[in-house]
């Protein structure tokens, strides 16, 4: 009974936690723009962070190792050095796109400008970083996400096309704007296999002591949780596909996403849309600095934990308290949350492969995870995958640099 518990509890604390502000910027501007073709995108990318997601707990549970301890100790740091400052720098970037994704939201409710919320919206999560639990941030703000679930109650009122919905199943490209078309696949995929879900979830299932018997709960959480999140994101385009669209607005702020769940709920739509976009991102405001924290604290060898004092984990705990603040600045300095969210989902794909390959050696390496080791299926989605995604950035972002 304890563990059907756990995998409810990780099934839904998955789906309130998986919208953050890459998925919800790349959703909007995929669907206002292009209606339903990038769909593909979202499918595509949700199998292999399922899969990318199950491994990480199978890591954990069988070698009680985090992810990056075992890519530092199988390959040694001179190596792990590598996908550490990929990580490290793509994580800020996405910090600081998170903390705009909770200053925007307060400023569509108050109509004072985002920069004037950076700083305090970055004590606000470093204050609950340094008084809560592993626990309090899995479950606890990740429950107040499932207001994101709007999305989905918006998309069912609004009676999509199942025919219109399935062609979006197949890869087109678009006769204009081929560019930033591409550009945006790119960013929905780096925005849903984003590494440090998978770094943050094996730490979270080691700080949570899993073993050998957690494996079915793992593989329900990461399946149906992920999955079902996903869900979440499609609503996000499919909405903005139908209300957007047709109205020829192009989503290049979050002022004029905003106007997506107007046309179901009226003037709380408006409401719910601030809601869902300040507690989606400050969530993963939260799990971006604990991961930052966890993988240097982990290549290193220093202690760490979110339930350890911070005493007892003292330079863990500074590394994400100088995170916090230094990805705020960003906010402070006034850059356009929404452009940078766009550009650090292209970048988190171009990283993928360095980060992505030791995890793929690891899962197939008997010392490690014995005979839990990956099958060809799971090899072949994820490596498929990240070279479609990495070969589609090196082309993309240069184009849509040159185009913009």
Same mark, same amino acid.
């Given at each position: 009974?304890?563990?059907?518990?756990?995998?409810?509890?990780?099934?839904?604390?998955?789906?309130?936690?998986?919208?953050?502000?890459?998925?919800?910027?790349?959703?909007?501007?995929?669907?206002?723009?292009?209606?339903?073709?990038?769909?593909?995108?979202?499918?595509?990318?949700?199998?292999?962070?399922?899969?990318?997601?199950?491994?990480?707990?199978?890591?954990?549970?069988?070698?009680?190792?985090?992810?990056?301890?075992?890519?530092?100790?199988?390959?040694?740091?001179?190596?792990?050095?590598?996908?550490?400052?990929?990580?490290?720098?793509?994580?800020?970037?996405?910090?600081?796109?998170?903390?705009?994704?909770?200053?925007?939201?307060?400023?569509?409710?108050?109509?004072?400008?985002?920069?004037?919320?950076?700083?305090?919206?970055?004590?606000?999560?470093?204050?609950?970083?340094?008084?809560?639990?592993?626990?309090?941030?899995?479950?606890?703000?990740?429950?107040?996400?499932?207001?994101?679930?709007?999305?989905?109650?918006?998309?069912?009122?609004?009676?999509?096309?199942?025919?219109?919905?399935?062609?979006?199943?197949?890869?087109?490209?678009?006769?204009?704007?081929?560019?930033?078309?591409?550009?945006?696949?790119?960013?929905?995929?780096? &925005?849903?296999?984003?590494?440090?879900?998978?770094?943050?979830?094996?730490?979270?299932?080691?700080?949570?002591?899993?073993?050998?018997?957690?494996?079915?709960?793992?593989?329900?959480?990461?399946?149906?949780?992920?999955?079902?999140?996903?869900?979440?994101?499609?609503?996000?385009?499919?909405?903005?596909?139908?209300?957007?669209?047709?109205?020829?607005?192009?989503?290049?702020?979050?002022?004029?996403?905003?106007?997506?769940?107007?046309?179901?709920?009226?003037?709380?739509?408006?409401?719910?849309?601030?809601?869902?976009?300040?507690?989606?991102?400050?969530? &993963?405001?939260?799990?971006?600095?604990?991961?930052?924290?966890?993988?240097?604290?982990?290549?290193?060898?220093?202690?760490?934990?979110?339930?350890?004092?911070?005493?007892?984990?003292?330079?863990?705990?500074?590394?994400?308290?100088?995170?916090?603040?230094?990805?705020?600045?960003?906010?402070?300095?006034?850059?356009?949350?929404?452009?940078?969210?766009?550009?650090?989902?292209?970048?988190?794909?171009?990283?993928?492969?360095?980060?992505?390959?030791?995890?793929?050696?690891?899962?197939?390496?008997?010392?490690?995870?014995?005979?839990?080791?990956?099958?060809?299926?799971?090899?072949?989605?994820?490596?498929?995958?990240?070279?479609?995604?990495?070969?589609?950035?090196?082309?993309?972002?240069?184009?849509?640099?040159?185009?913009?």
């Amino acid at each position: 009974m304890n563990k059907i518990f756990e995998i409810a509890l990780g099934i839904v604390t998955s789906i309130g936690g998986f919208l953050d502000v890459g998925a919800i910027a790349t959703a909007a501007e995929a669907g206002s723009t292009y209606s339903f073709q990038l769909i593909w995108a979202f499918v595509l990318g949700t199998i292999c962070v399922v899969f990318l997601v199950e491994m990480s707990g199978r890591l954990a549970a069988i070698s009680k190792h985090t992810l990056a301890a075992a890519v530092r100790e199988r390959f040694g740091f001179n190596f792990y050095i590598i996908p550490l400052v990929a990580e490290i720098v793509v994580d800020f970037l996405v910090l600081a796109a998170e903390i705009g994704g909770v200053c925007i939201a307060l400023q569509l409710v108050t109509g004072i400008s985002f920069q004037w919320f950076a700083l305090p919206v970055a004590f606000a999560i470093w204050l609950l970083l340094w008084k809560g639990t592993f626990g309090l941030i899995e479950n606890g703000i990740s429950l107040l996400g499932l207001i994101t679930l709007a999305f989905v109650v918006a998309t069912f009122k609004l009676h999509p096309s199942l025919t219109q919905l399935g062609s979006g199943l197949l890869p087109t490209v678009p006769q204009q704007d081929t560019a930033h078309y591409l550009y945006l696949a790119v960013g929905i995929l780096g &925005a849903l296999i984003s590494p440090y879900l998978f770094y943050f979830y094996s730490s979270g299932a080691v700080e949570d002591k899993w073993d050998e018997g957690y494996i079915g709960v793992n593989r329900a959480v990461a399946g149906l949780g992920m999955g079902f999140g996903s869900i979440v994101s499609l609503g996000v385009l499919i909405v903005a596909a139908l209300v957007l669209g047709p109205k020829g607005i192009q989503v290049d702020s979050y002022e004029q996403a905003a106007l997506m769940l107007t046309e179901t709920f009226g003037y709380w739509g408006f409401v719910l849309f601030a809601a869902s976009l300040g507690i989606a991102c400050f969530g &993963a405001a939260l799990e971006v600095s604990l991961d930052t924290a966890y993988i240097v604290a982990q290549a290193f060898g220093w202690n760490w934990g979110e339930n350890l004092k911070p005493k007892d984990a003292a330079r863990f705990s500074l590394v994400y308290t100088v995170f916090v603040f230094l990805a705020s600045l960003l906010m402070v300095f006034g850059i356009d949350p929404l452009q940078l969210t766009l550009f650090s989902m292209a970048i988190t794909a171009v990283i993928l492969p360095p980060v992505i390959i030791p995890f793929l050696v690891l899962m197939n390496d008997e010392l490690y995870v014995g005979k839990y080791r990956n099958g060809w299926i799971s090899n072949s989605v994820v490596i498929f995958t990240i070279a479609l995604t990495f070969v589609l950035a090196i082309v993309a972002i240069p184009l849509e640099i040159i185009g913009g």
